[in-house]
């Protein structure tokens, strides 16, 4: 405030001067001194109004650069401007977008263009004139080029647009996304044949060696050769198309493998893990899965430091042999869907889904069977942290019933905990004879229908033999049911000297009111409805 009062006092000053002078102007200008004297007087005025502008010029220059934005380090405006381009330039293609904030005055403009790390990603096939600013701008630093043999340039050639700066850049790219599209005509050539050139056998070839990452998009069914690209640390791979058809790599400092095809086999999978020695992470998604089972191998796929495999999908028998011929961690977390075999040679004898999972149960003290889409999944989890998750689902069956529960039931156990959350239940007298097999359960959750309830809470109460002896909680929530079918049942499991100690219900979803229950358990937990609907099974 006191510069501004100072401001304006030397401006009430001038103007007091101005016009003192213009009151002695001369009244008279007929003669012509008096005449010169006003033309003089003119050119004066204007002088003025220029210097007087320009000082206004300045000193709003003086107070732009006293504003925050200018009084920011060069470190944050990099940071700044770092954020704008990662935010223009986000989706896919890495078209190049120059971000406003690179002009917001000279200094950060200076600062964008000296600053090699915002120059590092880069699309190719990119217009000749561009690439040489783009390569000098980027300094030496490791770069992420988007490659696509989309004519972007039609005007240019593949070599001077593509081709050329791609050879430039090989050293340096540390992330390389690849589209590939062999309907394109401006580039008759397929993906093997464009990086034929960089492949280990070629004449001084050179060597990806700061490839870390690669996505290729590229869904060409021709047998050809592969090229053998050296990518010496590679640690993540991510494939979209026919993984015959797909450059080879080298895959020993794999840690995440990423896989979108279809019809492919166990034995197409395990060609593909059993390079991948230090593999973390491995995604597969196969989309209707040929139901080609290999006999065993007589070699096991090692993968020691596995910690995530999901596998969606493979048929029953296929799965089977894959999941036997894996040699990984008890703590890795598995995934997989399962689909029914077909149309397999008679030779070989189908695998039925129980017959996948039955020998796994023995390891697991939980067992939580739920409706998926569309089939039954089944998850396995363990009180120890040493062993991992475990979820198979079930397209072999339909979504609205559980198939085989007393063949599973069979398979050695130590099951103390099981959810069952699915529409409709198995018969009574399957529901009987598994729940007489897992005699170890001390918690029961079921969530189903209304008429499924009641068909359940009957079986619990046959005598010959007792079911679920050592069962201390019966978790029904988010069931509807019948309030004199759980009296019932409770007041039979008081009798028989096992009385349940915690019931788990929810509010509002006993018929017609919920009394009665507190005088017949340890502890009544009356939980609030979960606000979460179910499309596909609006009984929940």
Known sequence: MPKISKL????REFETKVAHVMHQRPEDIKNSKAAVSATSFEHLLFQAEQRIS????????????????????????????????ASENSHLSYDLRIPAAFSTCKRWRDIAISATCLWTKISLPMHPSLSPLLLERSGNRPVDVYLTNSPRWKECSLKTSLVEPFDKLVPRISSLSISWDDDIKWNTQTLNQFLAPYSTDADGCPEFSSLRFLKIWDFSDEEEQEAWLSTPMLEKLILHGNINSKPIVNMYHLVNLQVYWCIMSSADILGLLQDCVKLKTCYIENETPECRPASRRPWRCMLSCLETLTLHSLCVSDMHTLLDSLDIPSSTTIATTADEDFHLPPEIEPVSFVDLIGPRISEFEALTISHGCPGIVYDFTSDSDSRGFRSFEDNTSSPRSIRSLPALASYPNILNYLEIDVQTLPSSEDLAQALASWSGLTRLCITTQEEEFDKLVLVLQGEVPLLLPRLECFDCSETKFKRSSLLTFLQFRRDKGMAIKELVMTKGFSSPDAEGFAALVEKLNDVDPSPATNILFPFR
């Not at 304006?8 to 401006?11: D, K």
């Open 8 to 11: 304006e006092a030397i401006y």
């Open 54 to 85: 320009r000082s206004i010029h300045s000193m709003r220059r003086q107070y732009n650069r006293r504003a925050p934005v200018n009084r920011l380090p060069n470190e944050l405006i990099l940071e700044i401007l770092q954020y704008c381009m």
